[in-house]
């Protein structure tokens, strides 16, 4: 069994909506905390390149082992989940993304993350925090919803808030 690397410390919100992810999956909450854990840590690869957008990570898991990852590049090139997305083919129908921030829901300098998702079939998500952001704010998560993907949100909350404060308007 994977351990988590940092300690978990939600909020009983939080950790009801954890608990109630958990009901009908098969992922652990250990197991979907060492992914989201990872990527945090391909966030952090995005530092100094993406001003001034947040350094967000993405895996993606299939079968219980990563398959891809990706971080937010430079302004108008990939973000995280674009660049996990781009380096496999077809349809993801098995597979699990872990991504720290809220997928973006409308085409800015790059197209819809949350549309991309969509569109590959990803089958379940795990996002950390929301996306603040005027125009996303839920919106995001509404798209993947709509579509049939599950999505988890809240896990790993505080670290991932302690990673984007910086970058956005947030308590934290
Ligand atoms: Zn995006």
Redesign the pocket.
């Known amino acids: 069994m994977v351990r988590p690397f940092v300690r978990l410390r939600t909020s009983p919100r939080t950790a009801e909506l954890i608990r109630a992810s958990f009901v009908l999956k098969s992922m652990n909450r250990e197991q979907a905390s060492h992914f989201m854990f990872e990527a945090i840590k391909e966030g952090r690869k995005a530092l100094g390149k993406c001003y001034p957008n947040p350094p967000v990570g993405c895996v993606l898991v299939k079968d219980g082992n990563i398959i891809s990852k990706g971080h937010t590049n430079e302004p108008g090139q990939p ?1 995280a ?2 660049m996990a997305l781009k380096q496999l083919k077809g349809n993801l129908n098995n597979v699990t993304a872990f991504v720290t921030l809220e ?2 829901s409308f085409h800015g300098r ?1 197209p ?2 949350a549309q991309e998702l969509v569109k590959r079939r990803v089958q379940e998500i795990y996002i950390g925090i929301i996306d603040p952001h005027p125009r996303n704010q839920g919106a995001g998560i509404k798209i993947l919803e709509s579509a049939g993907i599950s999505v988890h949100l809240g896990l790993l909350e505080k670290e991932i808030k302690n990673d984007l404060k910086p970058y956005l308007s947030i308590d934290g």
Do not use: D, G, Q, R
Request: charged share 10%.
């Open positions: 973000h989940e674009a997928p973006c790059t819809s993350c």
